[in-house]
C-alpha cells in the first residue's frame, strides 16, 4: 500500500455524491425497464411518473406565482425556469399562438441520459401536464433527443388543436 494513499473510505476523492446516485439510480432503472419490458413499455412508466411530477410541478408554480391558472406566457416561461432549475439549459427557439418551440443544450440527468430514450418521457410528460392542466390540452413532440445521440434536444409544445399538431408525432395531454 502507498503511503499516500487514503486509509479511510471518507478520506477519498470519488466522485459520488447525491446528484450523480440519483441520476445513475434513474439511468439504470430506466435502463432495467427498457430491457425487461420494452422501450415502448419502459415509456409507458415512465410517463406515469412524469404525469405525477407534473402535477406537482405545476402545483408548486401556481401556488408560488399566486395563481389558480397560468396563461400561455406563464407555461412557457415555467416550462424553460423548471428545467433551469434543475440543470437543463432550455431556452425558447420560437413562441407562436399555437405552440411552442424549445432547444436543450444541457440535459438534467447529464450523460446518464445517452441510449436511454425512455427518460424524455420525463421532459413529455411533465411539459404536457402542465401545459394541458393550464390551457386545456397539449402535445409535445421530442423532435430530437440528446438520449438518441442528438448534440441538443429540441422539443414542441402545442397548445391547442391544429393541422400542425395532428400531422406531428408527439403524445397528446388533455386537463383533468
Given at each position: 500500500m502507498n503511503a499516500t494513499s487514503p486509509t479511510q473510505p471518507s478520506e477519498t476523492s470519488m466522485p459520488l455524491e447525491?446528484?450523480?446516485?440519483?441520476?445513475?439510480?434513474?439511468?439504470?432503472?430506466?435502463?432495467?425497464?427498457?430491457?425487461?419490458?420494452?422501450?415502448?413499455?419502459?415509456?409507458?412508466?415512465i410517463s406515469v411518473v412524469g404525469q405525477r411530477m407534473g402535477d406537482?410541478?405545476?402545483?408548486?408554480?401556481?401556488?408560488?406565482?399566486?395563481?389558480?391558472?397560468?396563461?400561455?406566457?406563464?407555461?412557457?416561461?415555467?416550462?424553460?425556469?423548471?428545467?433551469?432549475?434543475?440543470?437543463?439549459?432550455?431556452?425558447?427557439?420560437?413562441?407562436?399562438?399555437?405552440?411552442v418551440v424549445l432547444g436543450n443544450r444541457a440535459c438534467p440527468f447529464g450523460d446518464k441520459v445517452l441510449g436511454r430514450p425512455s427518460m424524455c418521457m420525463m421532459t413529455s410528460n411533465v411539459f404536457g401536464t402542465i401545459t394541458a392542466q393550464n390551457l386545456g390540452r397539449s402535445k409535445v413532440v421530442l423532435d430530437q433527443t440528446i438520449a438518441q445521440g442528438a448534440p441538443t434536444c429540441r422539443v414542441t409544445v402545442f397548445f391547442k388543436a391544429s393541422a400542425d399538431a395532428d400531422a406531428a408525432d408527439g403524445r397528446e395531454y388533455f386537463r383533468v
Open positions: 447525491r446528484d450523480l446516485f440519483l441520476r445513475t439510480l434513474v439511468r439504470e432503472l430506466a435502463g432495467t425497464l427498457e430491457n425487461v419490458v420494452g422501450l415502448d413499455e419502459a415509456s409507458g412508466f406537482w410541478i405545476d402545483a408548486e408554480y401556481r401556488q408560488a406565482l399566486g395563481t389558480p391558472q397560468l396563461n400561455r406566457d406563464q407555461v412557457v416561461a415555467v416550462l424553460v425556469d423548471l428545467k433551469r432549475r434543475i440543470q437543463g439549459d432550455f431556452h425558447v427557439i420560437e413562441v407562436t399562438e399555437d405552440r
